[in-house]
């Protein structure tokens, strides 16, 4: 099997005043394609730094990584929003929903700033697939102030799913919720996983 993620010998540092501060020390990872992968560790491990390093929101200072076959180690940012726009799909523990926008809005809107948007009807159709496979269809017209934080995650993972990525990144996002409904998301992530064969 194919790897989609590639890491090898990953640093990362940030320079706070005049210290330097080491979040990533050489990191290698390497993720199949369909894997499903969790990563622990305690607070200010860098588990976020390395998220966004494999999310392309990031650049390592050192070290190789190549996301699904293309070495994006040394992209500047204008390439890595594309190879971001193309490749990934992103679910926050805030659910960074658009207030204003009713749940089918939320769910395409990551298709509007494609540069190759699907036809309307089929987006459409898709919307409401993905909301049926989290269990929000009766919710389409319903704005994020509306609905519980289990609902606004569920929405938030098929906006991560919409635009068909190889790999959908999720920080912390059961980090918000309750006991029971953060076991529901992790079951429905599971889930869309075995089903749609996303990384």
Same mark, same amino acid.
């Given at each position: 099997?194919?790897?989609?993620?590639?890491?090898?010998?990953?640093?990362?540092?940030y320079?706070?005043?005049?210290?330097?501060?080491?979040a990533?020390?050489? *990191?290698?990872l390497?993720?199949?394609?369909?894997?499903?992968t969790? *990563?622990?560790?305690?607070?200010?491990?860098?588990?976020?730094?390395?998220?966004n390093? %494999?999310g392309?929101?990031?650049?390592?200072?050192?070290?190789?990584?190549?996301?699904?076959?293309?070495?994006?180690s +040394?992209?500047?940012?204008?390439?890595?929003?594309? $190879?971001?726009?193309?490749? %990934?799909?992103?679910?926050?523990q +805030?659910f !960074?929903?658009?207030? /204003?926008? !009713? $749940?089918a809005? +939320? %769910?395409?809107?990551?298709c509007?700033v494609r540069?190759?948007?699907?036809?309307?009807? =089929?987006?459409?159709?898709? /919307?409401? &697939?993905l =909301?049926?496979a /989290?269990?929000?269809?009766?919710?389409?017209?319903? &704005?994020?102030d509306?609905l519980?934080?289990g609902?606004r995650?569920? *929405?938030a %993972?098929?906006?991560?799913?919409?635009?068909?990525?190889?790999? $959908?990144?999720?920080?912390e996002?059961t980090? !918000?919720?309750?006991?029971?409904?953060?076991?529901?998301?992790i079951?429905l992530?599971?889930?869309? +996983?075995?089903?749609q064969k $996303?990384t």
């Open positions: 099997m194919a790897h989609l993620i590639e890491l090898s010998g990953i640093k990362k540092s320079q706070l005043g005049m210290t330097e501060v080491v990533l020390r050489g *990191v290698d390497f993720i199949d394609v369909g894997e499903f969790v *990563v622990t560790g305690p607070s200010g491990s860098g588990k976020t730094t390395l998220l390093i %494999i392309c929101l990031d650049r390592a200072s050192g070290g190789k990584y190549v996301l699904d076959g293309i070495d994006v +040394n992209k500047d940012f204008d390439d890595l929003a594309d $190879v971001r726009n193309q490749k %990934i799909g992103f679910i926050f +805030n !960074n929903l658009i207030p /204003v926008l !009713n $749940v809005e +939320n %769910i395409e809107f990551p509007a540069q190759n948007p699907q036809e309307a009807g =089929a987006l459409r159709a898709r /919307v409401e &697939k =909301a049926e /989290v269990g929000l269809k009766e919710y389409l017209h319903h &704005k994020p509306e519980s934080g609902q995650q569920r *929405v %993972i098929a906006r991560a799913l919409i635009t068909t990525p190889r790999l $959908v990144l999720a920080d996002p980090a !918000n919720l309750d006991s029971k409904t953060s076991e529901q998301i079951d992530m599971l889930q869309l +996983n075995r089903e $996303v």
